[in-house]
């Protein structure tokens, strides 16, 4: 499984939570940055932060994926459509949740959602 971080970085404890949820091992974690400029549009910027993940059009449409979306809602839209569009179908992606009573904040991976069943479940209630 291949990890695509647009959040902050992933530590060891985290990775180990996924490969629990998952069953199988992130055999690589590709970290980008998701900073947008605001007074510029943002499906180009969602493009480019894609682009920069490096993968191939093969890639895309065959390697097991999952995403760790950025925090800003508008970004995380671009690049679903985005993911979409590139895949052929919607990505996993990971849920953190905060761990109470830590100082500094620290966060836990509460699930992973994948997006294209929970979007194949809603056409049943068409």
Known sequence: MILINFAHPITEQQLAQIEALIG?????????PAQFDNMQPFEPQGVELLEKVGLTPQEWQTLPILVNLPSLNVIAAV???????RTG??????????VP???????EVAEVLNLQAIRDRARTRR
């Open 79 to 85: 690049l679903l459509a985005e993911l979409h569009g």
């Open 101 to 107: 009573n830590t100082t500094p904040p620290q966060f």
């Open 89 to 98: 179908h919607f990505p996993a992606i990971l849920r953190l949740r905060p």
């Open 24 to 32: 199988s091992a992130i055999e690589r974690v590709i970290s980008v």
